[in-house]
């Protein structure tokens, strides 16, 4: 199977970090319940070009919980998105930019900062 797309329960690394629908292992960033049916998006951070934390409420994105509305940015299922502030803007080498709300953002910024990543504010 496909280890950019298994199911949550295939995976057994560690997590330095983990709300529930984002995660962050020692090679990793887990987005869960990404795809339909509920599958979680394993991106490893060497895949990753940038990162952009904006606040949430500035790109009218509070209210969407799952799917895209242009195509481009995809959110992953999240029941909690209207109370959360920041989001998180993957930059890969597709067209699609995963977007994620963490419950701590600031310790997803230094997790993937950690690894790596560089994370831009705005």
């Not at 199977?1 to 057994?12: C, G, I, N, P, V």
């Not at 709300?19 to 060497?46: N, Q, W």
């Not at 993957?90 to 993937?112: F, M, S, Y």
Request: with cysteine.
């Amino acid at each position: 199977m496909d280890r950019h797309h298994t199911k949550l329960a295939d995976y057994r690394e560690p997590m330095a970090y983990d709300d529930g629908t984002v995660a962050c292992t020692d090679e990793a960033l887990i987005i869960r319940h990404y795809y339909f049916p509920p599958r979680a998006k394993r991106i490893p951070y060497r895949k990753i070009q940038q990162v952009r934390r904006v606040p949430l409420g500035s790109l009218g994105w509070r209210v969407k919980t799952w799917g895209s509305a242009d195509l481009i940015h995809w959110f992953n299922d999240d029941g909690h998105r209207s109370s959360k502030r920041d989001a998180f803007i993957i930059q890969l080498t597709g067209v699609i930019r995963p977007v994620i709300t963490p419950d701590h953002p600031d310790e997803v910024t230094a997790e993937l900062t950690a690894h790596g990543v560089n994370v831009m504010s705005g």
